[in-house]
């Protein structure tokens, strides 16, 4: 699915809060938003899936956001929220399977394919040794799985991911962005991505979109947006960035009480 913001701004509480975005994805293109906590990173998100008021436009191939359907939007487009509201007792079965909502008839169940793709998933994730335990007894980093299988489960044309590593330790941050890697690559699957963490987006992403204070202060491929001077100047931090050759960008931080010609030497 193609995503054009064009002058794509929120309001809330009275405060502007986004302002001014206007970027656009091709077909299984990667885009990873940045900046430091309060940018507008969740909010531009919340504004793409229609969640919440907007001005200007969000259209998904050509057509504007606003005009569609909510189950319709559903269809095609699925989210991971950082904090999603789940039911006291619903098991990881129970709530994957709500990703087959939008494609289940008004008063339906599930039919056979929609059981397949929860299976599929699940086994994807390597979630199915835990499908009967209840969501409130599960560890952070499971529990940020099977909010991420769910959204897979909808089968969508494009994946809006808030943080989708929060809570996971290393190796399961690889298995996440690689199983979302091969879904851009194999399915034409779009994504969309907050990120914190950036030397993950700097590997994974192909296009980078850096809010400062709810403003687009920068917008394109890794090489022009992270930067040395970029992250110190938004961020704060004082950084070298290495080039891994095949994977992309790794964001080293280097301690401020030690001179720069020392830190090279080290």
């Not at 299984?28 to 938003?33: K, N, Q, R």
């Not at 990173?41 to 504004?47: M, N, V």
């Not at 994957?96 to 994730?125: C, K, Q, W």
């Amino acid at each position: 699915m193609n995503l054009e913001l064009r002058d794509v701004g929120v309001e809330l509480a009275g405060r502007d809060v986004v302002r001014g975005v206007t970027c656009s994805l091709s077909i299984g293109g990667w885009l990873g938003v940045l900046g430091p906590n309060g940018a507008g990173k969740s909010t531009l998100l919340r504004a793409i899936i229609g969640l919440i008021p907007h001005r200007g436009q969000v259209l998904l191939d050509g057509r504007d956001a606003l005009g569609m359907r909510r189950r319709d939007l559903a269809r095609h487009i699925a989210m991971v929220v950082q904090k999603p509201t789940v039911a006291e007792g619903t098991t990881v079965l129970e709530y994957v399977g709500l990703g087959r909502t939008p494609h289940i008839p008004y008063f339906g169940s599930m039919g056979r394919r929609d059981r397949e793709v929860v299976a599929e998933v699940l086994e994807s994730l390597d979630l199915t040794n835990i499908v009967a335990r209840p969501m409130h007894t599960l560890s952070g980093g499971e529990v940020q799985r099977v909010f991420l299988a769910r959204a897979l489960a909808q089968e969508p044309s494009m994946l809006l991911l808030d943080e989708p590593t929060t809570s996971l330790d290393v190796g399961r941050q690889q298995d996440v962005l690689e199983l979302i890697e091969a879904l851009r690559r194999d399915r034409g699957v779009t994504v969309v991505s907050a990120l914190h963490d950036l030397s993950l987006a700097g590997q994974f992403a192909d296009r980078l979109l850096l809010l400062h204070e709810g403003n687009q202060v920068a917008e394109g491929v890794p090489d022009d947006v992270l930067t040395e001077r970029v992250v110190h100047e938004f961020f704060g931090a004082s950084v070298r960035l290495v080039h891994v050759g095949g994977s992309g960008h790794v964001v080293v931080p280097v301690r401020r009480d030690i001179p720069v010609g020392q830190a090279e030497r080290s």
